[in-house]
C-alpha cells in the first residue's frame, strides 16, 4: 500500500496545482470560527480576567480565579525537568542565541549624506512590548518558548509576557519544561490561559495581564483567527503561523531511508499537515515511498494516523522533470520548512533559485528536527504561503526603525521649489507656507 499520494507537476493543470499549493486556509477563516473567536474577543475585552478563567473553564476544562492567572515564583523556581532536556534546553538556548546576536551586530544605525546638507537615515530600537503564545494540548512545546523568546530578549524588548495553555486533563499547572524556559531566559509574566482568550488579554489588557503592543505564536486555526482579528484594535502580529509544513527537493542521488525519515518529521504533527516530496526520479520516489510504509510502523498510531493524511490527501509526492522545475513547485508552494537533498556540486545553485521558503536546510544531514531544536535558524515561520511574504521570527521582528532626517539653510532652500509645487498640486496651503515663509 502506498503511503504518498503521486502526481507530476508536468501534467498536472491549473486547479489542480492550485489546491496543492492552498493549504491550511479554510479552516483559518472559516466564518463561523471566526464569529466564535469575535464572541470571545468582545467578552475579554468586557469582563477582563472574568472571561478568561470562563474560556479556560469551557474550553479546558479547567477551573481557575483570576489571581492564578499568573504563575508564582515558585512554579517557575521550583520546576524541573530531566537532566538530559534541562541540557538540550541550554543547547537549543545557546545556538538561538547565538544566531540572533550575529542577526542584531548586522542591524544597525545608519545615515548618509543625500545631498550637500540633508542627512537621513534610520534609528533601530526595540519594541516596547510583547506577549508570546506557546501552544498546549497536542504535545509539550518548550521548544516554541525559547524560539520566541530568545529573539525578544536578544532584542531588547523591556516587557515580555508569556501565555501558555495548561497541561490537558489536570488541575492547571502549565508543562515544567516551558516553565524552565522562562526561568532560564528570566521571564517572569507568565500566565496560564486559554488560547484565544490569552492573545484578547494580551491585546487589551485585565486586570492580571498586561497588554502588550505585539503578539506572535502558533498555534491552532482559533488562536491565528484571534491574533488576526485583534488587529482591528490595534494590536500588530505577525504572518500565520498555522498547521506545520515541509517539502523536500530530492534529486536520483538522494538517500530514500532519510527521504522517508525526514518526511516523518512534520508529517507526525497533525491530520492537518502537509508533506510534499519534490523529485526527479520516479525510483528515488518508489523507494521512499517503501521506505515511509515501513518507518510508520514505529510510529504510534496517532503519529502515523497524521503522517499518512499529510504524505496523502494533504500532500504527497511531486514529480519533476528538472531541478528547475522542482524550483518552480518550491517557490509556488513557498513551504514553511524546506531541505534540499540534491548533489552537492548543485546545492549551492538550488539554493539561489529558492525565492519562497521559510527556511532552507541543504543536505541530508540537516534534518527538520535538528531546526525545529537546536540548530538556531528561526523555527517559528510562515505557514500556508505565506513565505511568499514574510519571515520567520528572529530578532528583527522584535526591532523597528525610526528615519531621522537633518537639513540645513542651504538644502532646505534646494529642496523648498519642488515641496511648493507637490504642496499647492495636492492644495495644502499650509505645507507650501512652511516653506515660502522660511526661503522668500
Known amino acids: 500500500m502506498t503511503v504518498m499520494r503521486t502526481m507530476t507537476w508536468g501534467r498536472m493543470d491549473e486547479r489542480e496545482r492550485a489546491a496543492l499549493c492552498a493549504r491550511g486556509l479554510d479552516d483559518i477563516f472559516d466564518p463561523e470560527l471566526r464569529r466564535s473567536i469575535g464572541d470571545l474577543i468582545d467578552d475579554v475585552r468586557e469582563r477582563g480576567d472574568a472571561a478568561v478563567c470562563d474560556a479556560l473553564a469551557r474550553f479546558d476544562g479547567i477551573d481557575v480565579t483570576p489571581d492564578q492567572l499568573r504563575l508564582s515564583d515558585h512554579e517557575l523556581d521550583e520546576a524541573t525537568v530531566s537532566d538530559e532536556v534541562d541540557a538540550a534546553i541550554d543547547d537549543a538556548i545557546a545556538h538561538l542565541r547565538a544566531f540572533n546576536e550575529q542577526q542584531l551586530e548586522r542591524i544597525d544605525d545608519w545615515s548618509f549624506e543625500s545631498e550637500p546638507g540633508l542627512t537621513v537615515g534610520e534609528r533601530i530600537s526595540p519594541i516596547s512590548s510583547v506577549g508570546l503564545f506557546t501552544p498546549s494540548g497536542k504535545a509539550s512545546y518548550p521548544s516554541v518558548a525559547y524560539q520566541l523568546a530568545v529573539p525578544a530578549t536578544v532584542a531588547g524588548v523591556p516587557e515580555i509576557a508569556l501565555v501558555v495553555p495548561p497541561v490537558p486533563g489536570g488541575t492547571g499547572e502549565v508543562d515544567p519544561a516551558v516553565r524552565v524556559v522562562c526561568r532560564k531566559l528570566g521571564l517572569r509574566d507568565v500566565f496560564r490561559v486559554n488560547g484565544p482568550a490569552g492573545v484578547a488579554a494580551?491585546?487589551?489588557?485585565t486586570e492580571s495581564i498586561p497588554a502588550v503592543r505585539k503578539v506572535v505564536g502558533p498555534g491552532s486555526p482559533a488562536v491565528t483567527i484571534a491574533q488576526v482579528e485583534m488587529q482591528r484594535y490595534g494590536v500588530a502580529t505577525m504572518m500565520l503561523?498555522?498547521?506545520t509544513e515541509s517539502v523536500i527537493?530530492?534529486?536520483?542521488?538522494?538517500?530514500?531511508?532519510?527521504?522517508?525519515?525526514?518526511?516523518?518529521?512534520?508529517?507526525e504533527h497533525g491530520t492537518d499537515t502537509s508533506v510534499v516530496l519534490v523529485t526527479t526520479s520516479a525510483e528515488v520516489a518508489?523507494?521512499?515511498?517503501?521506505?515511509?510504509?515501513?518507518?510508520?510502523?514505529?510510529?504510534?498510531e496517532v503519529r502515523a494516523t497524521a503522517a499518512r493524511a499529510a504524505l496523502g490527501p494533504n500532500g504527497g509526492c511531486v514529480l519533476v522533470d528538472s531541478l528547475d522545475q522542482a524550483l518552480e513547485v518550491v517557490n509556488r508552494y513557498a513551504p514553511e520548512h524546506l531541505q534540499l537533498a540534491v548533489a552537492d556540486h548543485v546545492a549551492d545553485a538550488v539554493v539561489e533559485g529558492v525565492v519562497n521558503a521559510g527556511e532552507v536546510l541543504v543536505g541530508q544531514h540537516t534534518p527538520f528536527s535538528a531546526a525545529n531544536f537546536v540548530i538556531g535558524c528561526p523555527a517559528a515561520l510562515p505557514t500556508s504561503g505565506f513565505a511568499h511574504v514574510s519571515s520567520g521570527i528572529t530578532a528583527a521582528t522584535f526591532l523597528k526603525r525610526t528615519a531621522v532626517a537633518r537639513a540645513d539653510t542651504r538644502a532646505l532652500a534646494r529642496m523648498a521649489p519642488s515641496v511648493v509645487a507637490l504642496a499647492d498640486h495636492e492644495g495644502f496651503p499650509a505645507h507650501a507656507a512652511a516653506l515660502r515663509r522660511r526661503v522668500d
Open 241 to 243: 503561523l498555522g498547521p
Open 249 to 267: 527537493v530530492a534529486d536520483e542521488h538522494a538517500d530514500p531511508f532519510r527521504l522517508a525519515a525526514d518526511l516523518l518529521v512534520e508529517a
Open 202 to 205: 494580551l491585546g487589551f489588557g
Open 286 to 300: 518508489r523507494a521512499t515511498d517503501r521506505e515511509l510504509g515501513a518507518q510508520l510502523a514505529d510510529l504510534p
